[in-house]
């Protein structure tokens, strides 16, 4: 989770489906989590950031894999879009567009909370193709 100096989270949109989500994806074999983090933070908008800590945990089972969030700070870059980004853009986290992966609010509010570890949670639930079977 990337924020700016006025604490609006940073979320990309994809057009399959079409929904807004954190930047993020899939760990690559070899890379660590945190590694994995700012290089998907980099090809999906762009910038070039550092991760600063975990804020949470998801656990997606018994359907998918767990999911990790971090919170990262600037280095270098400005937004773009690219193939799996069509549109970004900078959100109140109070204020969340209404196309948005059902997860990330959630994930959202963990971790622009004040709890001093990350937070572990559950979520049950269809993946986002299922819940998006068209796309």
Request: charged letters at 25%.
């Amino acid at each position: 989770m990337v924020r700016d100096k006025r604490g609006r989270v940073l979320l990309a949109l994809r057009e399959r489906p079409p929904i807004w989500n954190l930047p993020g994806g899939s760990v690559e074999p070899g890379e660590t989590p945190w590694d994995a983090a700012a290089r998907e933070v980099r090809e999906e908008v762009g910038l070039d950031v550092e991760v600063e800590r975990l804020t949470g945990v998801y656990d997606r089972s018994p359907d998918g894999d767990p999911v990790l969030v971090f919170a990262c700070r600037i280095l270098a870059g400005e937004p773009t879009t690219s193939a799996e980004a069509i549109r970004v853009g900078w959100f109140d986290p109070a204020d969340l567009p209404e196309a948005i992966n059902p997860y990330q609010p959630q994930r959202i509010a963990d971790a622009v909370g004040a709890a001093p570890a990350a937070a572990l949670r559950h979520q049950p639930g269809p993946s986002v193709r299922e819940l998006f079977p068209d796309w």
